[in-house]
């Protein structure tokens, strides 16, 4: 469809709440960091608890060599080309390696992720573009 022919929906600006409601709706977010490679962006699945990002890597990664006691954004976010719509949060915080048990974080792809990472997050965004009437 041209960009002419869209309705534009309306930009709403989450609570804090929404926000980690919605992070915890998703499985997947992306890390984002300035590093060794310049700016570099990892998807990854994580979990959540009490406004901390738990993720699971390699030793080896560059997530792991670059991301610990660095400042990163974490976002998550979910669209519906259909209507137009979604939303995203972005998070900021320190990244750090945890030294609890990260076992319960089940990891999407082979290989074993034995280091993990947390997110310290200290603060939170997030928008919900509303898809226009008729959508």
Do not use: Q
Not at 16 to 36: F, H, M, N, Q, Y
Not at 66 to 83: G, H, I, K, W
């Amino acid at each position: 469809m041209p960009m002419s022919d869209l309705n534009p929906g309306r930009l709403v600006v989450l609570s804090e709440k929404e926000c980690w409601d919605l992070v915890r709706s998703r499985p997947v977010g992306r890390i984002a960091w300035s590093g060794t490679e310049g700016v570099s962006v990892t998807p990854v699945n994580y979990t959540v608890a009490h406004g901390v990002i738990l993720v699971r890597t390699t030793p080896y990664s560059l997530l792991a060599r670059d991301c610990p006691e660095r400042e990163v954004a974490f976002e998550v976010d979910d669209l519906d080309e259909n209507v137009h719509g979604g939303w995203s949060v972005v998070l900021h915080g320190r990244c750090r390696r945890e030294e609890r048990s990260s076992e319960g974080n089940a990891t999407w792809v082979t290989g074993p992720r034995v280091l993990g990472l947390r997110i310290d997050v200290r603060s939170v965004s997030g928008r919900r573009v509303e898809p226009a009437p008729g959508h």
